[in-house]
Antibody
Framework: QLQLQESVPGPVKPSETLSLTCTVS??????????WGWIRQPPGKGLEWIGR???????YYNPSLKSRVTLSVDPSKNQFSLKLSSVTAADTAVYYC????????????WGQGTLVTVSS | QSVLTQPASVSGSPGQSITISCTGT????????????VSWYQQLPGKAPKLMIF???NRPSGVSDRFSGSKSGNTASLTISGLQAGDEAEYYC???????????FGGGTKLTVL
């Protein structure tokens, strides 16, 4: 049973870069079964894909965020990370890491989520 | 505006059955020729979403058989039978989109158990 845990971010001000890490336990991040993804949910709103990364490092980003997003993976630490640059208040959301099953495109396992508030 | 359209809310009484629809275009939910990659998620208040249905109609281990999924043309559906108070939650559909390897979410449906 995989478990995912997002890091708790520090305060983020407008125009700065948001950084989050997801730590995977109960299995290896170097599995061929999953992509590793980031999804966010603004307060009171729906779910939005940010992007996903494979253990090899290949990535796919939401086109609407692509210019500001960088995903990376560290198999030695069983972690993957998100950086979102030039944040604004519109980036305030609960950020989830999750596994994206490679054949069925289902999000099988989720972290508990971490609230990121962008404020000056 | 979501690519997949869900009703904003549905309601039902304990013991009843309800159905939540998820309507897309031919390039995602209705792409019958290649994909049936519709999944459904339950999000209890203040919690992370939980996978309830994958591949249109398959339940992950541990999910109650009161939850079932189906698809007809461009509309996928989630049916919950024998409604319980604990089913009160937001429900999201998701589907693969042709040419996009992330997929898209519906806008979510709030289920109220009366």
């Amino acid at each position: 049973q995989l478990q995912l845990q997002e890091s708790v971010p520090g305060p983020v001000k407008p125009s700065e870069t948001l950084s989050l890490t997801c730590t995977v336990s109960g299995g290896s991040i170097s599995t061929s079964s999953y992509y590793w993804g980031w999804i966010r949910q603004p307060p009171g709103k729906g779910l939005e894909w940010i992007g996903r990364i494979y253990y090899s490092g290949s990535t796919y980003y939401n086109p609407s965020l692509k210019s500001r997003v960088t995903l990376s993976v560290d198999p030695s630490k069983n972690q993957f990370s998100l950086k979102l640059s030039s944040v604004t208040a519109a980036d305030t959301a609960v950020y989830y890491c999750a596994t994206l099953e490679r054949y069925y495109f289902s999000l099988d396992y989720w972290g508990q989520g971490t609230l990121v508030t962008v404020s000056s | 505006q979501s690519v997949l359209t869900q009703p904003a809310s549905v309601s039902g009484s304990p013991g009843q059955s309800i159905t939540i629809s998820c309507t897309g275009t031919s390039s995602d939910v209705g792409d019958v020729g290649t994909f049936n990659y519709v999944s459904w998620y339950q999000q209890l208040p203040g919690k992370a979403p939980k996978l309830m249905i994958f591949d249109v109609s398959n339940r992950p281990s541990g999910v109650s058989d009161r939850f079932s999924g189906s698809k007809s043309g461009n509309t996928a559906s989630l049916t919950i039978s024998g409604l319980q108070a604990g089913d009160e939650a937001e429900y999201y559909c998701s589907s693969y989109i042709t040419g996009d390897t992330l997929g898209v979410f519906g806008g979510g449906t709030k289920l109220t158990v009366l």
